[in-house]
């Protein structure tokens, strides 16, 4: 009787594995289809000009430098989005939002952000959430988005380039997805 019980449970538990396989395979064929959008930007901030600590953080923890600043801080921020890292390249969108330092040694923030952009094929805004690491590459989510990204999903990717000098320079990789109930605007 237990062999036969043992025989009876392999099979179930086979049959689960088989159709477990079948959705996960059919699944990953659907996001194949997906209307999607790849491109990278670069965000430039620059220290009281057009990034500004609101609310100082506490004292005795991080100081403000290039890369950080004391947990607590409040900063807001409206910088220029270009295709290059260069500073003089092509304007084509506006990171506007602010932080607030989440780590003791300065160097993550929760972070709320609109990015407008205005590509050749594409207008509107997106909205990200995410906490950022300030000195290693950090993944926010897409939690929203206007005209030509309405109701679409995704992540961006924001990695430091240059953190030297007044000005300081991100690269925000864009990985965006319409769903299948959504009609992407000409």
Do not use: C
């Not at 801080?73 to 602010?98: H, W």
């Amino acid at each position: 009787m237990t062999y036969s019980l043992h025989n009876y449970v392999l099979a179930i538990l086979l049959l689960a594995m088989i159709q477990f396989k079948t959705t996960s395979a059919g699944s990953n064929h659907h996001y194949q289809h997906l209307k999607s959008l790849h491109f990278s930007l670069f965000q430039h901030e620059t220290i009281n000009k057009t990034g500004y600590i609101i609310v100082n953080g506490i004292k005795g923890g991080a100081e403000v430098t290039q890369t950080t600043t004391p947990f607590g801080t409040l900063f807001a921020f409206q910088d220029p989005l270009t295709v290059k890292a260069n500073r003089s390249s092509k304007l084509v969108g506006i990171a506007e939002g602010t932080t607030v330092t989440s780590s003791l040694d300065g160097l993550r923030s929760i972070s709320i952000a609109k990015l407008t952009l205005r590509l050749k094929h594409h207008k509107g805004s997106l909205s990200i959430v995410g906490v950022t690491d300030n000195v290693k590459s950090s993944n926010l989510p897409v939690v929203g988005g206007t005209e030509d990204f309405l109701l679409v999903q995704g992540y961006v990717t924001t990695s430091p380039v240059d953190l030297k000098g007044i000005t300081v320079v991100y690269k925000i990789e864009f990985h965006l997805y319409w769903p299948p109930y959504a009609t992407q605007a000409s």
